[in-house]
């Protein structure tokens, strides 16, 4: 180790000004006073200097030597290689989550560095260029490379990882989608509003419901969530089945809808909500309404699961907080065969 350290360049040459010894950095070209007047202790403190900057260098050097054994590839890869692998896995709208995330600004300077290059700093500096989006997909890329071995430890302890803040998010209210449906003059927009409140599905689904999911004879409509492929059934009663049979017979229930990008549907709703003042509430503030709706009359968390699916955030959030519940009395329940 002494020999290899001996035949690299030292960063720090010495050199002396008015009777005092200085360190010159050959790399920044900075000068920095040692504070010494004798040469021996002066020529200790540069070689401390020198050595402390080849040993991290010359063991990154072991570290490629013993990792290109088992994987050439390994010392080429970059955190672009980390996307590209992780977004191959991934179909569908998911996929192209990743596709986006990859051209945020943030992540620019990450994407050619090579992994075994990377320090906390870097990923630190990325965090705080970038916003909670950014955090996440960092996090998951780490996490990614890890466990395909190609990080030899965590770059980042999971105890200094920023804390992931989202946005403060809200359940619609009745009074303000009534006031939304009431305005909407576009008749597809308005059935698609009117249904969201009814099922609480995500708005990727419910505008790609078709006439063919509806089981009228079991008053279900049965769908595959887009995003966890889990299946869907909920129960449908009289208003609703009104609504139902207002829309198609055949094919998608909003053939306009259904083949529009989910940000073009969530600014529509967006103009709608700015115009009537109504502010905080998004598409998905309808998948919590339903939660939370369903959590207020007494309804199990094992049915709402059942209904927007088990790894639902909006039935755990509202099952979670404290919602005015009012609980029927026992007599009531055991009357309408309610367990």
Request: glycine share 4%.
């Amino acid at each position: 180790m002494i020999a290899s350290m001996q035949c690299m360049k030292p960063k720090f040459r010495l050199f002396v000004r008015a009777g005092v010894y200085y360190a010159f950095d050959r790399v920044t070209g900075k000068r920095e006073s040692l504070h010494c007047h004798d040469k021996t202790a002066a020529l200790r403190l540069i070689q401390a200097r020198n050595e402390s900057h080849f040993l991290p260098a010359l063991n990154l050097e072991l570290a490629r030597t013993y990792l290109m054994a088992s994987d050439r590839e390994l010392v080429k890869r970059t955190w672009g290689d980390v996307f590209e692998a992780i977004t191959d896995t991934k179909s569908g709208e998911t996929k192209v989550r990743w596709e986006r995330a990859k051209m945020d600004k943030a992540f620019s300077s990450l994407l050619n560095r090579k992994l075994l290059e990377t320090t906390a700093e870097h990923f630190l500096d990325v965090l705080t260029e970038g916003t909670v989006a950014t955090n996440v997909f960092l996090r998951r890329l780490h996490n990614f490379a890890l466990d395909l071995d190609w990080l030899p430890k965590a770059i980042l302890p999971k105890k200094r990882w920023p804390t992931v803040r989202y946005g403060e998010k809200r359940a619609i209210t009745f009074e303000e989608h009534q006031r939304i449906v009431t305005r909407e003059r576009n008749a597809e927009l308005r059935s698609f509003y009117e249904l969201c409140w009814h099922l609480g599905g995500s708005q990727s689904d419910m505008a790609r419901l078709k006439a063919e999911d509806i089981d009228w004879k079991n008053e279900v409509v049965a769908y595959s969530r887009r995003k966890t492929a889990a299946a869907v059934l909920v129960r449908f009663g009289s208003q609703m089945a009104e609504l139902l049979k207002s829309l198609p017979k055949t094919g998608p229930l909003f053939p306009r809808l259904a083949e529009m990008h989910e940000k073009h549907r969530a600014k529509e709703f967006k103009r709608r909500c700015v115009s009537l003042k109504i502010f905080g509430v998004t598409l998905h503030s309808y998948r919590y309404a339903w939660a939370e709706r369903a959590k207020v009359v007494g309804m199990s968390e094992r049915f709402a699961m059942e209904m927007l699916g088990h790894n639902s955030k909006a039935v755990h959030r509202a099952y979670a907080k404290a919602a005015q519940l009012k609980i029927p009395s026992l007599e009531t329940l055991e009357a309408s065969g309610t367990s």
